[in-house]
């Protein structure tokens, strides 16, 4: 029997969302802050592979499962999650200054019909500066990603305003992040508004950037235009910047929410963006859209939204994505889930002869001859 789904689900169940993900980063911090601690969550949980193994932007990778932003917000449980047995961690989003997110609660909603939630947190954090110092001195065993933003004041700002302040959000971290990822299409702040839509302001953000982040590498995440010549204008942005290492998507503006089983009378009172299993399949026809598109030598994509299993993770790579994040399966399967998605695949590689993982990525995807 699963621990967590018989025992710990329902007690984090019965209270409010977002005060059950404050209590579990605060556990989990105070866990991770000892040897003895994080010695014991790698027992607990930990599987690694050689065949897992992803080099992906200059970056090793000790497996390809990672923890995306919007988790842990403000790098108070990292270190016991690194333990957990992602690939990588991703801290934020953070922004240049503090913010306390959106004023309105709830604003964290459980729909379990769904195996799904939905978010309207509107990326509180506090601050590029707060976040840096408790996040310097850590040596994590894989890569840490900061994510970036812009600071939430509830409306959109000027695109120089909103450049200059991811370019100083970046700033601190210097020295402590093996990488940046960009998170230009927030749905739950700026009332979902991006200035990078436009590729002429995506490649004035990365200009900017460079002078700060030199060849730290960055991963994008922008919203998946549906045509070729929109990602064509999209990869042209990103072109004059070697440092731009990959790629992620979300699209704000996709309503999943005909789609869900929750009825509409429970969702009319849930303001916010969904996350869910049913975001898989959008998600897997961009991974496949976008490999026939990119460099292969340059970019690599990151699979991210409704991913639950191995299998998930499996189909995705081997549409295009060299790396996979999952977030909202934890809420619904716990802490093991890491685990055995990383052993799932792995039996899988075996199943279809892949000698490694990296030997699978693409493989269902019509565009799979190099370029």
Known sequence: ?????????????????????????????????????????????????PRLRVSAG??????????PAGFDKNGVATAALAALGFGSIDVGSI???????????????????????????GV????????????????????????????????????????????????????????FALNLNCPNSAGGFSHFDDPVHLRA?????REVVGAVPVFVRVTPPSDPAGIDAVLDALDPY???????????KKDLRPRLRTPASEL????????????????????????RRIDRKRHVLVGCGGIASAEDAYRTIRLGASLVQIYTALVYEGPGLVGRVKRGLVRLLERDGFAHVRDAVGVDNAAHAPR
């Open 242 to 252: 070697p440092f731009v290492k990959g790629l992620s998507f979300y699209d704000p």
């Open 1 to 49: 029997m699963n621990l967590y789904r018989a025992c710990v689900r329902p007690l984090l169940f019965s209270v409010d969302a977002e005060r059950a993900h404050r209590a579990t980063l605060h556990v989990a911090g105070a866990v991770g802050r000892s040897a003895g601690g994080r010695a014991a969550i790698r027992a607990l949980c930990a599987f690694e592979d």
């Open 58 to 67: 200059g970056i090793d990778f000790p497996n390809p499962v990672g923890l």
């Open 124 to 179: 509180p954090n506090d601050g590029a500066a707060a976040v840096a110092r408790r996040l310097a001195g850590i040596h994590l065993p894989v890569p840490l990603g900061i994510s970036l933003v812009e600071t939430n004041t509830g409306a959109p700002a000027p695109v120089d305003t909103v450049i200059r302040e991811m370019v100083e959000a970046a700033r601190p971290f210097l020295g402590s992040a093996t990488y």
């Open 95 to 121: 922004s240049a200054q503090p913010s306390a997110g959106n004023p309105e609660r709830p604003r964290l909603f459980r729909i379990p019909a769904d195996r799904g939630l939905i978010v309207f947190y």
């Open 205 to 209: 953000l990365l200009a900017g950037l």
């Open 268 to 291: 009319a009172r849930m303001r916010g963006s969904v996350s869910a299993p049913i975001a898989r399949e959008g998600m897997q026809a961009t991974i496949r859209e976008w490999y």
